[in-house]
């Protein structure tokens, strides 16, 4: 594994494969480079992929005090085009990769990219009143701040509940039987920097990217879990139908990662869309 330094003097992890038209791919919260594995062998023929461990993720423990907000990654997204000289990129992002994605849009433009794939997210994470396309329909400013304490109580029993007690039963059964996949998710997650996560989920949950949506002018690819644990059809269509030239794909039956629970379909959806087909 590689790295680059960020403007701010953080090493930021990085792998380089691959062959092609440049193709960055951005996970999720409390993940790493290591989501995009299953899709190598299929992308890698045709495209030079970047992935990256986000600053305070994939158990890289932070060097500066640089806290790891959503504007300081869009910010080092930034940085990552600037250090390979990259332009008409494809950017991909799941989850916080998402909100990374926009953030970046905001604060920079797009004028490095090319097209851009969206992985089940909303453009605001906390619901209120007349915002009923957050987490879970019901995850309130109160929500968010019991979650919080959650957090920092037991971190990784926090996350695992969250993920758990969501939308998708499915997810909620597994977490019950406790069976290995769920204690090695556990260890994973106990091995982090708590503090760095949650100052990085509170970046997130502050912010708010409904104003952004309908300034996208690159074309977007929207890839939804018909049964996400987190999010609504409902959400999946308020954002297609704000960005002026998107796509919308939703994959039934699948939680809040549906490019990993349908990678064949998700790989085919991908190669056809930064294609031009």
């Not at 695992?160 to 939308?167: D, N, P, T």
Request: proline share 5%; aromatic share 10%.
């Amino acid at each position: 594994m590689t790295h680059f330094l960020a403007d701010d003097g953080e090493k930021i992890h990085l792998k380089v494969s691959g062959e092609g038209p440049p193709m960055v791919l951005l996970h999720g919260w409390t993940s790493s480079h290591r989501d995009w594995n299953p899709f190598l062998a299929e992308l890698e023929p045709h495209r030079r992929l970047y992935r990256w461990d986000a600053r305070g993720h994939g158990g890289h423990r932070l060097e500066t005090a640089s806290v790891p907000t959503v504007a300081r990654m869009a910010r080092d997204l930034q940085n990552l085009l600037d250090r390979h000289r990259l332009d008409r990129v494809v950017v991909a992002g799941h989850s916080m990769g998402a909100l990374t994605l926009w953030q970046y849009l905001r604060d920079f433009g797009s004028s490095r990219l090319a097209k851009i794939v969206v992985i089940d997210q909303s453009p605001r994470l906390v619901t209120d009143a007349g915002w009923p396309h957050g987490i879970c329909g019901d995850f309130d400013e109160a929500r968010n701040a019991a979650f919080i304490r959650a957090l920092e109580a037991d971190f990784a029993e926090a996350v695992l509940r969250l993920v758990a007690f969501g939308h998708n039963a499915r997810a909620r059964q597994l977490y019950e039987e406790n069976g290995p996949a769920i204690q090695s998710a556990r260890q994973r997650l106990a091995s982090f920097d708590a503090r760095a996560l949650i100052e990085c989920w509170q970046s997130l949950t502050a912010a708010d990217y409904r104003d952004v949506l309908p300034t996208i002018d690159v074309p977007a690819l929207l890839v939804y879990g018909g049964a996400s644990n987190f999010y609504s059809t409902a959400t999946a269509h308020y954002v297609r139908d704000r960005i002026p030239d998107a796509r919308l794909h939703v994959y039934p039956d699948v939680d809040h990662a549906p490019h990993l629970w349908e990678r064949a379909r998700f790989v085919r959806d991908v190669l056809d869309f930064v294609a031009g087909g």
